[in-house]
């Protein structure tokens, strides 16, 4: 069995690249919450908390009455909900992964500054494209959605080759 010694710098970058994308999370889904009053899109039994979203008049309804889904005055909030739930899916679909790759890199780094400059890219990466997917920004969501991606592809071979150099 072969102690494990975690570069110090690689591991606090790791910790609070994490504690970062888990406050960035938290605040996207906050921001998704408010759109899904605005648009009528939650469960009826929440309208009791719509007044405070600044979504008093709207009715709840999982978006499926003809007021809510068809309303013209309603389309732009609905917009703006569907925005914000592809924006939450996308992380779901990769912060994650990317998570589990820096962890699981951190413990074989070939290099620990590599690792830990992909780290910052996959968390400052992600953070701006919640930021651009947001404001409706191309082709800056797709640049840095795929500079994320690369930094986490860094990280995987980088903890490979790493391993495999022990």
């Known amino acids: 069995m072969t102690f494990v010694d975690l570069d110090p710098t690689a591991l606090k970058a790791t910790s609070i690249c994490t504690l970062v994308l888990l406050l960035k999370w938290y605040a996207s889904i906050t921001v998704q919450g408010d759109?899904?009053?605005?648009?009528?899109?939650?469960?009826?039994?929440?309208?009791?908390?719509?007044?405070?979203?600044?979504?008093?008049?709207?009715e709840q309804s999982f978006g499926l009455t003809s007021a809510a889904s068809t309303d013209a005055s309603n389309q732009a909030e609905k917009m703006r909900e569907l925005r914000w739930q592809r924006i939450i899916m996308n992380d779901l679909e990769n912060i994650p992964l990317g998570l589990i790759i820096a962890w699981s890199s951190l413990v074989?780094?070939?290099?620990?500054?590599?690792?830990?400059?992909?780290?910052?890219?996959?968390?400052?990466?992600?953070?701006?494209?919640?930021?651009?997917?947001?404001?409706?920004?191309?082709?800056?969501?797709?640049i840095v959605w795929m500079l994320a991606l690369t930094a986490t592809l860094v990280m995987a071979v980088n903890g490979v080759v790493g391993a495999l150099s022990m």
Do not use: C, W
């Open 35 to 58: 759109t899904r009053f605005k648009a009528g899109s939650r469960a009826p039994e929440d309208a009791a908390f719509g007044g405070r979203m600044g979504a008093e008049n709207v």
């Open 108 to 142: 074989t780094p070939k290099s620990p500054l590599v690792h830990t400059v992909s780290v910052v890219t996959f968390a400052v990466m992600r953070i701006l494209h919640t930021i651009t997917y947001a404001r409706g920004l191309q082709p800056h969501r797709s």
